[in-house]
């Protein structure tokens, strides 16, 4: 990125936070690259991920104003279908008020659908064609969205790259995961891809990047003096990075049977987030600056192993409701007696001066018994301790779903006339302190990112291979072996054999400590 695209993109993002704050600042618009004609590409524009999230992002943004004022919109996907039946297919997610009618109607106007398929020259020039008219002969920009089976992605880009790249303008493509099954099939996806492109050219999206309180590690980490001293081996016993759904697979349990829960969240969100809270200070918060320093962190892991790990399989809970009556084995889309995981903890080391010996332990599952996404950081027991064995850890949590918020967990006298103690907490509840702030989707953040051309939340190739040689003989082990996943039932904490890997690594639960969502 040029030193001119950084001073527009950095003017761009301090606009992008104030209209956020202020609706009449919303209300002059982005103003960005003046009128230049943009134009966002979604290929596979009939499939879920376009419908769900895609089509209801792009609308967010251009309902507030956030968006280049000359941006029209392409779907391309096979389905031959109207514009009017893909807006009757998005609308149920667009989540549109009575007073934003008016923007809505102007959004779809801006709209255009070209059925094609995805090895086709013909149907790509076709859609150059359409793209050309809307540019009217000038300099324009063009982005590509990649909401497609990884099964056709060397088709596309290849013809992407032969018959639609902006002539007189930037192109840019944005990829969604799954960036490769391993590191083997990874690496030739990114060489074919660097082919085509150049780096700066890539998004790879993932969208966990885009969430606020992952974003938010940056600032908690580098620019509070109070946590620098302490962010290290000498103070911290452990961290606990957590992802749970209280729901199973039903219904989908054939697209998830093919990834598996390590590579559907362990391998990709949970490992970025480890990164951004172990990585050294950026030299700046240039992209690269920070991406070069996650690349740094997880070249100090060592490959995954076996023993590393805990992998565990629903099964229903003969007194539950609903979908809890029925085990993973019991979704007919899934292959009968499938060793497939829905839960694994994994314990990863860094073996460099700043953490060797504490346990960064990634845990994910399905069915379990809540919804919670966090980042927990266990402190070491207090030196000489004078309370007679009473204290309990010291734990700072990032929580970044559901209800961002940011917490200590400390040790306080009982109110009252007794000298005893309890835990309690230190407690920065967004839902309390920012009621007034507009918490934008991760993917208005991403889509918004590849707009201005800042790549800082979005994975780099390098990136991408040091984390598949992390979990790739792992992976290859558990499917040539057939490694027989332990039943934890529908609802529940997961495997007993989780909790029981968590105190072997010094993670101390209490089980008496329920922090309270603050409104």
């Not at 000359?70 to 807006?87: I, Q, W």
């Not at 549109?96 to 779809?108: A, L």
């Not at 302490?230 to 957590?242: A, F, K, P």
């Amino acid at each position: 990125m040029s030193s001119a695209e950084g001073n527009c993109c950095a003017e761009f993002l301090s606009l992008i936070r104030l209209s956020l704050k202020s609706p009449s600042m919303a209300s002059q618009g982005s103003n960005f690259e003046g009128s230049v004609p943009h134009a966002f590409v979604t290929m596979g524009a009939s499939g879920d991920l376009a419908t769900k999230k895609i089509y209801p992002t792009l609308w967010w943004l251009y309902r507030d104003r956030l968006l280049p004022s000359n941006t029209t919109f392409y779907g391309y996907a096979r389905s031959k279908m109207t514009v009017e039946e893909l807006r009757k297919k998005c609308h149920q997610y667009m989540n549109v008020k009575p007073e934003e009618e008016d923007r809505y109607e102007q959004f779809w106007k801006l709209n255009n659908y070209i059925a094609g398929s995805y090895n086709d020259h013909g149907d790509f020039k076709m859609l150059n064609q359409a793209l050309i008219r809307h540019e009217n002969g000038i300099a324009a920009n063009r982005l590509f969205y990649l909401a497609l089976p990884p099964s056709v992605f060397k088709d596309v880009t290849v013809l992407i790259n032969n018959h639609c790249m902006g002539k007189n303008g930037w192109t840019r493509v944005i990829i969604e995961k799954p960036f490769g099954h391993d590191a083997d099939s990874s690496l030739k996806l990114s060489n074919h891809l660097a082919s085509l492109f150049k780096e700066e050219q890539l998004y790879r999206i993932d969208h966990y990047l885009g969430k606020e309180m992952v974003q938010n590690l940056m600032t908690l980490r580098f620019g509070n003096r109070i946590f620098s001293p302490t962010w290290n081996r000498e103070c911290i016993s452990s961290v606990l990075i957590s992802f749970k759904e209280p729901f199973g697979t039903m219904g989908r349990g054939g697209y998830f049977d093919q990834s598996g829960i390590i590579r559907d969240v362990m391998q990709n969100h949970l490992l970025q987030i480890l990164s951004l809270v172990a990585m050294e200070k950026p030299v700046s918060i240039h992209p690269d600056d920070i991406r070069n320093e996650k690349v740094k962190v997880l070249r100090f892991i060592s490959p995954l192993k076996l023993d590393d790990v805990i992998l565990g399989q629903y099964t229903g809970d003969p007194v539950g409701e609903g979908d809890a009556k029925f085990g993973y084995l019991d979704d007919l889309t899934v292959p009968e007696g499938s060793c497939t995981a829905t839960y694994a903890l994994a314990v990863l080391k860094i073996n460099n001066e700043r953490w060797d010996g504490v346990p960064f332990i990634l845990r994910c599952g399905k069915a379990l018994n809540e919804r919670k996404a966090e980042v927990r950081i266990q402190y070491r027991d207090v030196p000489g301790d004078i309370f007679g064995g009473k204290l309990k850890r010291n734990e700072l949590v990032i929580r970044v779903q559901p209800g961002e918020a940011v917490y200590i967990k400390m040790m306080t006298k009982t109110p009252g006339m007794t000298f005893d103690m309890e835990e309690t907490e230190l407690d920065l509840t967004y839902g309390s302190r920012y009621k007034e702030v507009k918490m934008p989707d991760a993917y208005e953040r991403l889509i918004l990112d590849v707009f201005c051309g800042s790549q800082m939340h979005f994975v780099r190739s390098d990136e991408l291979s040091e984390a598949w040689r992390i979990f790739t003989p792992l992976l290859h082990q558990i499917e040539s072996e057939k490694v027989k996943p332990l039943p934890y039932k529908y609802g529940s904490r997961g495997p007993k054999e989780a909790d029981a890997k968590c105190s072997e690594f010094d993670f101390r639960y209490y089980g008496s400590y329920k922090w309270v969502k603050n409104h």
